[in-house]
């Protein structure tokens, strides 16, 4: 396919060198999987599963690990 050369100009346009595709937001499985592979770093990193208490971030660690494990995810 040939392009017009009216359009052509307005791609070699300088102003559009920065100008990308928007990426794609994550889906819900996306964040999903995110999360459960953020669990297991965690678990591989302090050697146990997280619990209720603890850091917060350790807490936000069991709270994700928990909702994970409802929807049927092995941790």
Do not use: H, Y
């Not at 300088?14 to 964040?31: C, F, M, Q, S, Y």
């Not at 619990?51 to 494990?69: D, N, P, V, W």
């Amino acid at each position: 396919m040939e392009w017009p050369k009216d359009l052509l100009e307005i791609f070699d346009d300088p102003l559009l060198d920065g100008v990308r595709p928007k990426v794609a937001a994550p889906t819900p499985n996306d964040r999903m999987q995110q999360k459960l592979a953020e669990v297991k770093e965690w678990i591989a990193k302090n050697g146990r599963e997280p619990r209720s208490e603890g850091s917060l971030k350790e807490r936000m660690m069991f709270a994700a690990m928990t909702k994970l494990r409802e929807k049927g995810f092995e941790v």
